[in-house]
């Protein structure tokens, strides 16, 4: 099993949609959680850590569920600059473990 | 949050030759990291790059092939030793202030090995 699981994708999804994306991880020991997005030919960049109270930014919304340890994030109301790909990131000691990425397409 | 540089930015090189990226952080880090993504895939972790003493290597990278150096805690360079094309990639630093902090991306190096 891979310590860090996201479907792949892709997601076409209309504009205005709602989407959500989950991520597993398999280590309970992990400390940090966050999601990042990754455009075509550039570097991931963080898009928001991931607590367990939840947050909420803007359209995005993280959560975390430690007891079934997985990660999830929620985008309201899509634009077609959301269209990237999402990579879930659980950090335990020393290291970070990226998940695979979920490519979203958000279509006009 | 740290801003990252990388240089080069993309490089094509020769087989048996080597290639060495620089990574400046704009501030002090505690950790710096150095990963390699093949196109359409994610991130891999080379190594943990240690201020004053060896890097920490992940499985199935070794020193000799990934030599990297840190001599401080805003710096660190990583060699890609007698390259093969099986080496074309993109080269990514990371850095993070802590341990589970937030970790922040260079632009990248692009390698294209012929």
């Known amino acids: 099993r891979k310590e860090v699981e996201q479907d792949p994708g892709p997601f076409n999804v209309p504009e205005g949609a709602t989407v959500a994306f989950n991520c597993t991880y398999s280590n309970s020991a992990s400390q940090s959680f966050f999601w990042y997005r990754q455009d075509c030919r550039k570097e991931p960049k963080l898009l928001m850590s991931v607590y367990s109270s939840g947050n909420e930014d803007g359209r995005f919304t993280a959560q975390l569920n430690r007891a079934s340890q997985y990660i999830s994030l929620l985008i309201r109301d899509s634009k077609l600059s959301d269209s990237a790909t999402y990579l879930c990131v659980v950090s335990g000691t020393y290291k970070y473990i990226f998940g695979t990425g979920t490519r979203l397409k958000v279509l006009a | 949050s740290a801003v990252i540089s990388q240089k080069p930015s993309r490089d094509i090189c020769q087989r048996g030759t080597s290639l060495t990226i620089q990574c400046q952080v704009d501030?002090?880090?505690?950790?710096m990291f150095w990963y390699r993504q093949q196109p359409g895939q994610s991130l891999t972790l080379i190594a943990t790059?240690?201020?004053?003493?060896?890097?920490?290597?992940e499985s199935g990278f070794v020193i000799d092939k990934f030599p990297i150096s840190r001599p401080n805690l805003t710096f660190s360079t990583l060699t890609v030793s007698n390259m093969s094309p099986e080496d074309s990639s993109i080269y990514l630093c990371?850095?993070?202030?802590?341990?589970?902090?937030?970790?922040?991306f260079g632009p990248g190096t692009r390698l294209l090995v012929l």
């Open positions: 990371s850095a993070a202030t802590g341990v589970a902090e937030t970790q922040y």
């Open positions: 790059a240690n201020q004053g003493s060896e890097a920490t290597y």
């Open positions: 501030s002090q880090v505690t950790m």
